[in-house]
């Protein structure tokens, strides 16, 4: 038997990305509750506001139950075995979606879960982002096929999530990223090789010229703590500003994955202004965690 998974966006084909953009916009009554009576384990050993939210409200839009536990309460690999866990919740539940440190526990439980896995983030990647982001963009600025993103800032999972969705929508990303904290010649060329376009530059300025929309992240990921002061020295010229915002596109969008810190990575004018997703970009969150579960349910 085969059992879809979602772990990265590079798994997936452009017809399976489109599906499930397409089943993230359409109403919940069409959707015809596929998680009806059925439970949806959500593994937290990482905290998350609008992961947590999201997921659980979309379980209970699909006619689903939701069980959210913490890492300590489970303690992958130190009470258990993520092998032994993962056995175990497969039969309560009908998907196991888990927001980890290590990528390595989510292809683990992958290799051994009769159940969908979904990662709800991991050090290597945040698919359920890029499909938010991807929604998001789709609906205020255009067809991902026909638009230029620029990326400003370290090139970490979820920019590595949305070049991926991207690029295999046949579109064009640019990454700006300090040297030390940009995509190696071996990941540029494996994201090459997904479609598209895609060009690294190590200044923000550049980065964001011809753009229609400029993404960027927190300097100081959660784990990075002791990293702050030294990552604020190096990050100092990729904070997204008016001035930057100027370089691009006359009409270009501001997006964030957030939680945002005003005066680091990005200004409060550019954060709260007029060209501004974050909010509708966090809002599509649920709709895209709905259409991701109806997808692996089989929804049509």
């Not at 479609?195 to 100081?220: F, K, L, P």
């Not at 990293?227 to 006359?250: H, Q, W, Y």
């Not at 409060?268 to 509708?280: E, M, N, P, Y």
């Amino acid at each position: 038997m085969t059992v879809n998974h979602l772990l990265n966006i590079a798994d997936l084909e452009l017809h399976q990305i489109n599906k499930i953009l397409a089943l993230s916009s359409q109403s919940i009554n069409s959707l015809n509750s596929p998680l009806q009576g059925q439970g949806v384990a959500l593994l937290f050993e990482k905290p998350s506001n609008r992961t947590r939210h999201s997921m659980e409200i979309a379980v209970m839009q699909l006619g689903g139950y939701s069980v959210y536990t913490r890492g300590e309460e489970i303690g992958l690999d130190v009470r258990e075995s993520v092998e032994d866990v993962t056995k175990t919740l497969c039969g309560y539940h009908s998907v196991i979606a888990a927001r980890v440190f290590k990528h390595s526990f989510v292809e683990r439980m992958a290799k051994v879960s009769t159940t969908p896995i979904i990662n709800m983030l991991s050090d290597f990647s945040h698919p359920l982002q890029a499909f938010a982001d991807a929604l998001t963009m789709t609906e205020h600025v255009g067809a991902l096929s026909e638009i230029t993103v620029a990326w400003v800032g370290d090139y970490n999972n979820v920019a590595r999530s949305l070049a991926e969705i991207v690029l295999i929508s046949g579109g064009r990303i640019q990454l700006g990223c300090p040297v030390g904290y940009d995509a190696s010649r071996a990941e540029i060329g494996r994201l090459e090789a997904l479609g598209g376009s895609v060009e690294q530059i190590d200044n923000a300025r550049d980065a964001v010229v011809g753009a229609d929309v400029v993404h960027t992240d927190t300097w100081i990921s959660m784990g990075q703590e002791d990293e702050s002061t030294r990552r604020r020295k190096i990050f100092a010229d990729f904070c997204v500003t008016p001035s930057l915002m100027a370089g691009a596109n006359s009409d270009a969008k501001f997006m964030h994955c957030m939680p945002a810190h005003r005066g680091e990575e990005v200004s409060a004018q550019v954060f709260d202004g007029a060209a501004s997703l974050v909010f509708q970009q966090g809002h599509n969150r649920l709709h895209s965690a709905r259409g991701v579960l109806a997808y692996l349910m089989g929804a049509q």
